[in-house]
């Protein structure tokens, strides 16, 4: 029985409504408690913030497309800050990599952070076991994975038929096959398409040989959640990512939205979240015209409430661009002639990746920087809109403060567009210049914890300081009182933790690793009657066309680490 | 009775296939029958239970002689050793699971020393052009349901890997490629005329070691070049590369498999970056994957594995402890033995005493050699110390990664019977080298 109590910190949680008061948070086994005894052990956070541990709802950290660039690029090792200048070990294992760290240096970066669970926005069904290897050899953090559904050759024929119901039945037995969360789409029908060198553009765009559009296919996948009733929703990247003018493509997906209402007991109330909103948030019809549309996308945002969204924002940095978006990662490194990994995967999805420097003298890469916070800045329900940098898509994870100190300070934003070589023209196509909205530490908590551990499902157990709440908690170093004028010490503070709380564990003290708790798998574990027509399908499936034979496809119960599920039965 | 137990993984090559059946004794003890798998898969399966098999360690005694000990003994030994070296290597991994090339990374950070495994001397020039170049590849799923071309390059797959072109590439009818071989145009590039090359429709006889001089003709080709091609190249006549270079331009879904006749001749590392820079090639015009023809049926694990752990995938310099550093030709395993660098030697699901040049294994022998492998092979009989363990895929199951980096499952057929799995092994020998740091520091 281990009683731990933080005492007299400025506190925001916007599950339980608390804005800043000065309150104590009580732990006990694990679990945010009411009150403990007088002999808990007590912190002092007197002067400090005191907010849940941060939730990661769309994040690239395990599986074999990040692992596939941690391989292919040795240089992501190299000459890269602390790492290479003698770096004393903090937690057991060794921390390498940068915008692709390792495993180990994933789990001690998020924890210095403050963020205590992570999802992994896209895992392949076929390899499941690998997403499961690199949960086990990720330190501290608990993480869930969404298998990719969007180019799945059950779903594309059941939808075509509109077989929700043997969707949704095939749905339930993937999720248990690979442990998987929730529904991912990525490109629906576009990567299918790139197993023939082909896309699908906009969401009317046919998918070769299966006939079904883009359109159908993320229609069917709301209706198959729904019918589920899971406690998260479609989990969406849309088709025509990262071209000038796509907006238009975003907003009609976006209103396939409309008329559908979330079915679930979780507390959830979208029916799509689509991730990294500004890869999709482009005005222009050239890369010389190209522009921001934010304002029109959020303007439409703000009045869906069956909406969430995270921001995909833009860092500045030499990173790795990684997505299931196979014909996206063939465009770019047309772009950019780097080098170029592309992995189909049998009936299931695909992949590509390709380094990419964000390169800041660059007007499109300025305009795609403002253009991110920009969808920040313009939101008005902050529980519906999340931080992100699609990690390590638009820049890596560990750059969140600094996205943190642009949203609460102009004054750091204009310092940044001004260093730019092509201001005047970043200026000439967006808004933010003019745009003087700060963020407070409200919002943000909003935007870290509470909103995306809502949109998940899961804020009965993560991104709240409500009683009955795993105790996942982050102390940071700063004086909600007398915020810091220089915008410096905000990304500072947001960078080491004064404590990081794990289930009532101190694993990280003063911005340092100190223990290292075991993490849990989070998973969806769907109870439903027995559907022998997807029975049949899945057993022709694997005799005929799979290259793995049906009893090993599933992951074995041993190669699955410390999992927890959330239950959902379906009458 | 007898049980059968199915969908077993096959410990063999690089296909790791997973249809095998294998038929075991009453008391889970023998292999009886062992079906739907090549000659030597069937081998392997039949050495678990042989009578032959060492079941406990055996230590050099100062005559020459091999003594049996305890695991305990041994693991002391081995930590011992490892605490006591000051550039110990650990290589191998061609054949164990990824269980244990965790653990064995554990044991060497643990340590500070070196760590490599066979890519070394097989895919390692491979792993140099993805790291300039890329790897646009597939699972081989998608080439049996939708290659239509396919080009096996300098890889003879009708010996060193049985099963590969009826199970994923020629031979098997998939979902878009119903009639199967009929449908699909072979191509085999190899100076000479294989097995392989028997079944294939085009066999272009390459002149050894001019590869590069052979896919720059296609590139050439490819973007638009061809006028400029003189008559013949690298021995192959024009209008035959005008004719492949037709067929690959127009393939619906192409797949290029390559193995050891790129990576270990003239080129090498060279001929692995043109042949996928081919492939982005044709990817303008058509869709075009590539494949390395891995060799065993884990060997793509460590390079996995250790990506994940430390960000790179072999040739790894873990001495410092803090932070990994990889630079092949510094620190690759048969570079250091010929520079006698190393001070401590563990040869592990593999045998360097046979695959490493002599001078190499002549210098590694002056220091302490543990051998940890199931079998007798020249590395354990010139080791100080062998350590056998658990046949992954027999005697203990675990995650393994197939050519194309697909986890297979695989499964325990019989017991053990008292034998240590890697893991675990590794795992205790780990604990013991943190006991005697935390005494020493």
Known sequence: MSELIIKNGYVFDPISGIKGDKADIA??????????????????????????????????????????????????????????????????????????????????????????????????????????????????????????????????????????????????????????????????????????????????????YFDITPAEIIKGLIESNEYLGLPHSLHLHGNNLGNPGNYTDTLDTLKLAEGYKAKNKFGRTQVIHNTHLQFHSYKGNSWGTFGSAAKEVMDYVNKADNITIDLGCVTLDETTTMTADGPFEHHLQSLNHLKWANCDVELETGSGIVPFVYDKDSAVVGIQWATGLELGLYAKDMMRVFITTDHPNAGPFTRYPRIIK????????????????????????????????????????MMTRAGPARALGMSNMYGSLAAGADANIAIYDLDAKKLPTDPELIEEAFSKTAYTIKEGVIVVQGGEIVAEPPNHTVWTKVTMPENTQVMRDIKEKFTKSYTVNLENYAVFDDHVYRPRAIEVDVA | MPKVIENVGCPYCGCSCDDVRVTVSDDGKKVLEVENVCAIGTEIFKHGSSDHRIRKPRLRQPDGSMKDITYEEAIEWTAQHLYKAKKPLMYGFGSTNCEGQAAAARVMETAGGMLDNCATICHGPSFLAIFDNGYPTCTLGEVKNRADVIVYWGSNPAHAHPRHMSRYSIFPR??????????????????????????????????????????????????GHADDLPDVVADVPKEQILEVAEIMANARFGTTFFGMGLTHSDGRNHNIDIAISLTRDLNKVAKWTIMAMRGHYNIAGPGVVWSWTFGFPYCLDLTKKNYAHMNPGETSSVDMAMRDEVDMFINIGTDAGAHFPIPAVQHLKKHP???????????????????????????????????????????????????????????????????????GA
């Open chain 1, 27 to 208: 732990i006990k086994d694990g679990k945010i408690v009411d009150k403990v005894s007088a002999k808990a052990k007590s912190i002092d956070a007197n002067g400090k913030t005191v907010m849940a541990g941060g939730v990661d709802i769309h994040t690239h950290v395990v599986g074999p497309k990040v692992n596939l660039g941690r391989e292919m690029r040795p240089e992501d090792k190299l000459f890269r800050g602390s790492v290479r200048g003698g770096i004393v070990k903090q937690g057991k294992r060794m921390e390498m990599g940068f915008s692709i760290p390792s495993t180990w240096k994933t789990g001690y970066s998020y924890a210095r952070l403050g963020y205590t669970y992570v999802n992994e926005a896209a895992m392949p069904p076929l390899m499941a076991p690998h997403v499961h290897e690199e949960i086990r050899d990720t330190p501290i953090i608990d993480i869930s994975a969404m298998p990719v559904f969007g180019n799945n050759w059950f779903c594309l024929e059941y939808l075509k038929n509109k077989e929700i119901e043997n969707n949704a039945a095939y749905i339930a037995w993937l999720l248990k096959a690979t442990y998987g969360v929730g529904i991912k789409c990525v490109n629906p029908g576009g990567t299918e398409a790139w197993a023939w060198g082909e896309n699908c553009v906009n969401i009317h765009d046919p998918v070769p």
């Open chain 1, 406 to 445: 642009w949203l609460m300070s102009n004054k750091a934003r204009l310092a940044t567009l001004d260093s730019m070589k092509g201001k005047a023209k970043v200026i000439a196509a967006t808004d933010l210049a003019s745009m003087d909205r700060e963020l407070n530490l409200y919002e943000i908590a």
């Open chain 2, 174 to 223: 998939g979902f878009f490629t119903g009639k199967g071989q009929k449908k699909r145009t072979v191509i085999v590039v190899d100076p000479r005329y294989t097995d392989t090359a028997n079944v294939a429709d085009i066999h272009l006889r390459v002149k050894q070691g001019h590869d590069y001089e052979l896919f720059d003709a296609f590139r050439m080709v490819v973007n």
């Open chain 2, 369 to 439: 050699w543990v051998t940890i492998d199931p079998s007798i092979n020249m590395a354990s009989e010139i080791s100080d110390l062998h350590i056998p363990v658990c046949i992954c895929g027999v005697d203990v199951g675990g995650v393994v990664y197939r050519m194309d980096n697909v986890p297979i499952q695989f499964r325990q057929v019989i017991d053990p019977q008292g034998l240590l799995d890697d893991e675990t092994l590794l795992n205790k020998i780990a604990d013991r080298l943190d006991e005697l740091n935390a005494q």
